[in-house]
């Protein structure tokens, strides 16, 4: 049987075995689930020779299969790009098209056993990658821009990671912060005046207003919301906008709008020995600061990255956190990728992400949305990857994270890094993509190797998206594989 031909069927034998075998082995993994039969294109097949296939050959098929009513090849370039000279793969595949009503199954498994012939099989449907339902999804270019949907496969975020937002505070009676969005300390009793978890501070049951010096850090600005909720408002929830990430926003009020170098110093540490796995900081200023140069080393040395905003002055000096070397910088690019004008630049930009006419949440009520321009809006598309990040592995260090964000960004201006993008803006699917996992198997990020993964290597069958061995395949070889990793990761 070839799986080419017949995917969901070989899938549902697949199936049948593999369980059959867990029984015997003792091992319980509930009720089977339902084979997947993918979609093709009525009356379409692609079918991929050994050569290009000259016109007798086809003339000869034609004569074979009188239901072929046409013939198309897909274009391509000239050449193939590692040899200038070479034959393009693409030339030597066709689609057919078939009269109306054929049996496209019984035609390819004919097809593909012809001399020549390596592959005959379907013209199969694909779909857009995961699209939330949320109501303003469609206004929202920046996760679009930077592929989240299709990151959004692998993962959608942990509610286990949790990301400081070291802002104006922010909105908690807003709809799009719900169901555990915002932080909850469990060390703490509200309201009893004591620091039961002997942290520093006390009754800091939802974050810490570093600016005043208490535990209510809510925001009367707006700026600390619409970043929180770029960041991490709550997906296919039928209201609103998206986040990047389903995280757990720990709020920290650092300015209102003014701020300190005292506050947002404060509020890294504060971060950084609570728990976090990252801080965004939509702010900043010039001149420099012991203080604060030494809570981001600090941060960083600990395992907690400090993503931060450019700064809005179309300036080259240096802004703050920003600029300092154990921070990652973030400037600004507009629906279209071109550099947001007022975007600071400069040879100690990371990478850019959206920033210009971004749509999130706002702190006058719990309905509110509209959109803000600047860095600030750019620095939480890129913490809200790196929350999708750690969502995977939360043992990624501060440089893999770096390193990873610009060697899958998506090159802008000049070729390499520049002063305006660095390495390029974003690309949330290509750098989820590289992930190293240290759980194989574990394709959806849960920490666990479980129904919703063998769904996805059988629905990934006969390409390589769930290829476990790296033999650029998916076949029974990883089947086994992820059998063998069952259950909950190390």
């Not at 009503?101 to 099989?121: I, Q, T």
């Not at 600390?224 to 995280?247: E, F, P």
Request: proline share 7%; hydrophobic share 35%.
């Amino acid at each position: 049987m070839n799986m080419s031909c017949n995917r969901g069927h070989a899938a549902a034998l697949i199936i049948a075995a593999m369980f059959t075998t867990a029984a015997t082995a003792g091992i319980d993994f509930g009720p089977p689930p339902e084979a997947i039969e993918p979609e093709f294109v009525p009356d379409e097949l692609i079918i991929g020779f050994e050569d290009v296939p000259a016109a007798p050959r086809t003339a000869a098929i034609d004569a074979r299969f009188p239901e072929i009513v046409g013939w198309r090849g897909i274009n391509h370039a000239p050449h193939p790009k590692s040899d200038p000279n070479g034959i393009h793969p693409l030339a030597k595949v066709r689609v057919i098209t078939l009269a109306e009503g054929s049996d496209v199954l019984a035609h390819c498994e004919v097809l593909e056993n012809l001399p020549g012939v390596r592959y005959a099989h379907p013209n199969y449907v694909t779909y857009p990658a995961f699209n939330p339902n949320d109501t303003l999804w469609n206004q929202q270019y920046g996760p679009q821009i930077v592929e989240a949907p299709t990151a959004w496969d692998t993962t959608v975020g942990s509610g286990a990671i949790r990301i400081a937002v070291a802002d104006t505070g922010i909105n908690f009676g807003h709809e799009d912060f719900q169901d555990g969005m915002i932080w909850t300390n469990p060390g703490e009793i509200p309201g009893n005046g004591v620091d039961d978890d002997g942290n520093g501070y006390v009754d800091d049951v939802n974050g810490w207003d570093c600016l005043n010096d208490d535990n209510n850090p809510t925001d009367t600005n707006g700026h600390g919301s619409h970043v929180s909720g770029i960041l991490a408002a709550r997906m296919n929830n039928a209201k609103g906008i998206a986040g990047m990430a389903q995280v757990t926003v720990v709020p920290l009020q650092v300015f209102t709008p003014g701020g300190t170098w005292e506050a947002i110093t404060e509020a890294v540490y504060y971060a950084t020995d609570n728990g976090c796995s990252a801080l965004n900081y939509s702010g900043g200023g010039y001149g420099g600061d012991g203080a604060l140069a030494d809570a981001v080393q600090y941060a960083w040395d600990h395992g907690m990255p400090v993503i931060a905003a450019a700064g809005n002055y179309n300036s080259s000096t240096p802004f703050y956190p920003a600029a300092y070397t154990p921070v990652i910088a973030i400037s600004g690019t507009d629906r279209y990728d071109n550099r947001y004008s007022s975007s600071n630049y400069g040879n100690w930009i990371d990478v850019a992400a959206p920033g210009v006419d971004v749509l999130s949440c706002g702190s006058d009520y719990s309905t509110q949305y509209y959109e803000l321009t600047g860095t600030s809006m750019s620095s939480p598309h890129v913490c809200g990857l790196v929350g999708l990040m750690y969502s995977i592995n939360p043992d990624l260090t501060p440089q893999q994270v770096r390193d990873l964000l610009r060697e899958n960004a998506e090159d802008l201006g000049n070729p390499g890094f520049d002063i305006y993008f660095g390495y390029g803006r974003i690309d949330a699917a290509a750098t989820i993509a590289a992930i190293p996992n240290d759980c194989p198997g574990d394709f959806d990020g849960d920490g666990y190797v479980n129904t919703a993964d063998l769904l996805y290597l059988l629905a990934s069958w006969g390409t390589g998206d769930g290829d476990m061995d790296n033999d650029g395949d998916t076949d029974t070889a990883d089947l086994l594989a992820l059998l063998a990793a069952w259950g909950e990761c190390p």
